[in-house]
């Protein structure tokens, strides 16, 4: 039996991983780093750089393996511990099950949250109302709702193995790492992820809005690094009121992604318009 084999075998037992095994470079398995003595393992991943096309290939073999597959990215490139992955911090005990959640519900919450003026004493400074609503117009009334989904489906598949393709090309450190997930949404729950932590502690409310994306807009989780994520999009929108209910929903979900980024939602939503990729980082 070969190493990488065996290593499998800790993460899915009982799938066939043959075939799977003897695609991949040296590596180890990964435990987060204040597991017990009985902690299992949560994720196998590279010594080295991924190989171009094997994030492809393993994709392939998914629905065989139970293995999801992701480029993985440290902290920076000077890292030499390779954080959170070779570092081990990961806390799969603080994560809920992301069917625990209303995936509408969790986007509404992100909504208010982020989107409510007033300080610790709950007044609104009148500026910074202004500069709120001029952030969020057209949706000043409110929670425009989860945006509709688009016409056709699209080809998620495609869309996911061109994503890691181009991932690859521009970026030599990423290494590849395999989790027992049935979906990339759910690999992060299961790897017990803490990106987002300084925005939201639970990461099954990070994969229930995913899975619903998945669903909605065909979207692939293919790329994790500290606290950022990259995800391929099977159907995008294609119009601009689309797209500006979609970047709604982008706010709600990861309000960086516009409060320190462009700065509003009409800024921020002709950039989602047939975008294949979609980006997302937590302060």
Request: aromatic share 8%; proline share 10%; glycine share 10%.
């Amino acid at each position: 039996m070969t190493d990488a084999l065996h290593e499998l075998r800790h993460l899915r037992p009982y799938a066939d991983l043959t075939a799977v095994a003897a695609l991949l470079p040296a590596g180890r398995l990964v435990t987060p780093d204040d597991h017990d003595a009985d902690t299992a393992p949560v994720l196998w991943m590279s010594d080295g750089p991924a190989p171009l096309g094997l994030w492809e290939k393993l994709h392939r073999e998914h629905p065989n393996t139970g293995l999801w597959p992701l480029l993985l990215a440290p902290l920076s490139t000077t890292d030499a511990a390779f954080r959170p992955w070779g570092s081990g911090e990961l806390q799969p005990r603080d994560a809920g099950e992301p069917d625990w959640y209303d995936p509408a519900a969790l986007l509404r919450t992100g909504w208010e949250c982020s989107t409510t003026p007033g300080g610790e004493d709950g007044e609104a400074d009148p500026e910074e109302s202004a500069e709120l609503a001029e952030s969020i117009a057209p949706f000043t009334d409110g929670w425009p709702g989860t945006a509709p989904i688009p016409e056709g489906p699209g080809d998620p598949d495609r869309a996911a193995r061109a994503l890691a393709r181009e991932l690859l090309a521009n970026n030599a450190h990423l290494r590849i790492g395999l989790v027992p997930a049935a979906t990339g949404a759910e690999a992060l729950a299961a790897c017990g992820w803490t990106g987002p932590v300084n925005h939201e502690g639970d990461i099954a409310k990070v994969s229930a809005v995913l899975l619903d994306w998945e669903r909605r807009y065909g979207t692939r989780l293919v790329q994790v690094g500290f606290a950022d994520l990259e995800l391929s999009v099977g159907a995008p929108p294609e119009d601009d009121d689309l797209a500006l209910r979609i970047a709604a929903e982008h706010l709600a979900f990861c309000p960086d992604n516009i409060f320190q980024g462009v700065g509003t939602i009409a800024d921020y939503a002709p950039g989602l318009i047939n975008a294949e990729q979609w980006s997302f980082w937590w302060d």
